[in-house]
């Protein structure tokens, strides 16, 4: 039995849930969960009216929700209208007293952006039945149950996978069963949310608890790449890689997925794979514990634009303790979060990545050291397992860029990555170097098309 998960842009039609539906019909042969999305922009659209709800323009509210309500009956089939009538129903007085309220707590923030994945369940269990698939709809709040952080809210997995075992596992195997995303309760039963962009999340959790054979997220890309196709052209696709070579990928913005997300499932050595709704044919990228054996030492040059590094000097660091703790205690007053840092005995280089408080942290740290700054600069990264026992890699990644300038190094104690800072303008030629060097052959076991 698998785990399918199709986002918000799989479903946002009718025709796209029909695609979606032959890509079900002809993978869960031995069972599947299909966890869905809101259609499309759903959430954010519901988020949006609610907040002119809030605000006191209640007719402009009312008329955001009767679009969305037009849009779901147009894409979806007519076997549920009448249930998507009756949540509009619902939604629309629940605006209204928002409006006369004026206050939007994060506890009703939930219960309107769960209208999404409540409604796109519905519909796509009744297109499976349409297309003579025996699909039952299972309401995901009566089987995730969370704390009751809401927006932000954290599984209880014990009575989750209780449940999940329970109703969900017996009905996956003999056949479909149709789950929304993102939405779940508390153990009062009060609807709450796993955090935006958390139906992922949801088709972990599931597929632990019911102890799937695969995960799938569907999205639309072929899965992850030897180098980022915004910076170079004719990267190769990673056919599998570990947990913790995807989870460095996707902090480079390998929009991917957040490998967070799928921690559950990993902890309990389901593989998840990363596949396209628009090109099913491919295998996409598998993404495993442990990373099979590859002869290739690295999966993927990453890379971050728009870097700032800081340079902190200071005199007297010499025999000096506590300087790391002053420097690292501004960077957390003012909310910054660092990324790379390399320490010499009189200096410290840091990275950031978010320069909106660049000038209260250079004013800070100046009260005890000297600061400079350099913008535009860029993160390059090597990643993969086998950097750690491959002796020479540093040798053959600084061989390839030797006529470039590189301003910071960092090989971070898991080892898998080797990371290095140069001025954004020689970013490009740095990849493709590094590419050359570590892609001219790959093992055709690790990649492929
Ligand atoms: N619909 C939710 C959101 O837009 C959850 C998801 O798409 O994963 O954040
Ligand atoms: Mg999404």
């Given at each position: 039995m698998i785990v399918m998960k199709f986002g918000g842009t799989s479903v946002e039609s009718a025709a796209a849930m029909n695609r979606v539906a032959d890509i079900v019909i002809a993978r869960a042969v031995s069972g599947a969960v299909v966890v869905v999305s809101a259609m499309g922009k759903t959430t954010n659209r519901l988020l949006h009216m609610a907040g002119v709800a809030v605000g006191g323009a209640r007719e402009t509210s009312l008329a955001l929700a009767e679009e969305l309500r037009q849009m779901h009956l147009e894409e979806t089939p007519e076997s549920v209208h009448e249930a998507i009538g009756s949540h509009f129903d619902e939604l629309v007085e629940l605006l209204k007293s928002l409006s006369v309220l004026g206050e939007f707590t994060p506890r009703t923030v939930d219960l309107i952006s769960s209208y999404g994945e409540r409604l796109s369940s519905l519909a796509f269990a009744a297109v499976l039945r349409q297309r003579g698939v025996p699909a039952v709809h299972i309401d995901a709040r009566e089987m995730i149950v969370t704390d009751s952080r809401h927006t932000l809210a954290a599984p209880n997995f014990a009575e989750t996978n209780a449940r999940l075992d329970a109703v969900v596992r017996p009905l996956a195997e003999a056949g479909v069963v149709v789950m929304g995303g993102f939405i779940a309760a508390t153990a009062e039963g009060v609807t709450s949310t796993l955090g935006r962009g958390g139906s992922d999340y949801t088709a972990a959790i599931v597929g632990a608890g019911v102890g799937a054979s695969e995960i799938q997220i569907w999205t639309d890309v072929d899965g992850m790449l030897t180098a980022d196709p915004r910076v170079i052209p004719g990267g190769h696709r990673i056919l599998v890689c570990s947990f913790a070579e995807a989870s460095e990928l996707a902090y480079f913005?390998?929009?991917?997925?957040?490998p967070a997300t799928v921690l559950p499932a990993i902890e309990q050595d389901i593989p998840v794979r990363i596949l396209n709704s628009r090109n099913p044919a491919s295998s996409g990228t598998l993404i495993v514990s442990d990373a099979p054996p590859s002869s290739n030492v690295a999966k993927s040059i990453a890379c971050k634009r728009q870097v700032t590094v800081v340079n902190v000097t200071s005199?007297?660091?010499?025999?000096?303790?506590g300087f790391l703790r002053k420097i690292f205690e501004i960077f957390d007053r003012f909310e910054t979060p660092v990324d790379m840092v390399s320490t010499s005995e009189v200096s410290v280089s840091l990275t950031i990545d978010n320069a909106a408080r660049l000038d209260q942290i250079v004013e800070a740290l100046g009260e005890f050291s000297s600061v400079s700054v350099e913008q535009n600069q860029a993160i390059v990264c090597i990643v993969g397992e086998n950097i750690r026992h491959t002796p020479g890699v540093a040798a053959r990644a600084f061989g390839a860029v030797a006529d470039i300038n590189i301003r910071m190094i960092s090989q971070g104690a898991s080892r898998l990555n080797l990371g290095f800072v140069v001025a954004e303008a020689d970013l490009t030629p740095s990849i493709q170097a590094l590419h050359r060097e570590f892609f001219s052959e790959v093992d055709p076991a690790t990649f492929g098309d």
């Open positions: 913005g390998a929009k991917v997925l957040h005199g007297r660091m010499f025999l000096a303790y």
